[in-house]
């Protein structure tokens, strides 16, 4: 378990900082398996189909690699956070094919962060993310708001509220 | 098998066309399965920390939303359709917890819709996809940009191309 302490929070994403996280491997059943629960278009499927595509060969669901994406996001600061949960997302450009048998990593940018005006407990974080292959190629980009627990307003709360 | 004549083509998806489709439960051991495999954050798997989180109960990682409604996207009208992918997303916004038992149904509506100039044979299409459950809350929105071959560009292959 780690502490209030150790954990992540609004002020340590600060504007600019870089996490860098990952090292997921894509795995060929996975990707046939979350195609055929989630997305059956046959160049996800089928292996002629995919060669006959505009994919060039089997490749991941756009939406599976977002899913993987999160996975690493997870294991990479999320669940060693203060996060509590995301509005949504922007953004999102699938650029080249996730094959299986690939390596993804991600590199996550700080854009923007605030305090919440209406919640001071929390802050609000925009970052962007970068997903890439072993060959350096970039296969996913996507942008969102996060939600942050405030270090500084836990601290804060034996203090008395200022007036007004 | 549909003929190419049957299947919905880039002309079909007129501007403030809707179509509406879905229908999927959401399955509580889907929903576990699924934070387990890509977003175990505890709120999403674990029913003590999910009633004491922001999201008050156990509800779908919003990636989970989003598979299930590529899925009910494929059934309501892709599979049947010239798609050949789409190359993002935009504006995914996660509105209201997704909880085990819901029934969810996508309201998709033409945004706009025009010929590549890069590549006759495709139209590109941008949609709004509204995700409701069975209480008529929007859960989930989001909007993007789809490849449609055209019906037009396959019958006029057999013209010969106009100089210049």
Redesign the interface.
Known sequence: MSTAESRLAFEDFQVGRVFEFGGRQVDRDEVLA?AA?????P?HLDEEAANA???GGLSA???HT???T??MM?DGY??NST????????????LKPVRPGDTLNVRMSILEARPSKNRPQIGLVRSQWEVRNQHGDTVLTME?WGMFGRREAAAGAEVPPAAG
């Open positions: 979350f629960a989630y997305d059956p278009q160049f595509s505009v994919l669901s756009g939406w977002c899913a993987m999160m996975r997870c999320l669940l996060s509590q949960g995301s509005p949504g997302l922007d953004n999102i450009r699938w969102g």
